[in-house]
């Protein structure tokens, strides 16, 4: 799993998972971050709750990818 405060799209998470298809390493990885789209405006804590990357959101994302 990674978790960052970027887009995902060229972000660490990106980069994990390229090292790990360049090793061969096969594996399932969650990459939590945010969408590459516009986010509407509010506090940061309002922000992250939208985005999924409140404490709700970030277990709830992980309970899923358990499942």
């Known amino acids: 799993m990674t978790l960052e405060e970027n887009v995902l799209s ?3 998470g990106s980069a994990v998972n390229n090292y790990l298809q360049a090793q061969r390493i ?3 990885v969650l990459n939590i971050g945010l969408p590459d789209s516009f986010v ?3 506090t940061r804590e309002e ?3 939208i985005c ?3 404490t709700h959101g970030i ?3 992980i ?3 358990c499942a």
């Open 47 to 49: 922000l992250l709750a």
């Open 10 to 12: 060229g972000g660490a």
């Open 40 to 42: 509407e405006q509010g």
């Open 52 to 54: 999924g990357l409140d």
């Open 26 to 28: 096969l594996m399932p």
């Open 63 to 65: 309970e899923a990818f």
């Open 59 to 61: 277990a709830t994302q």
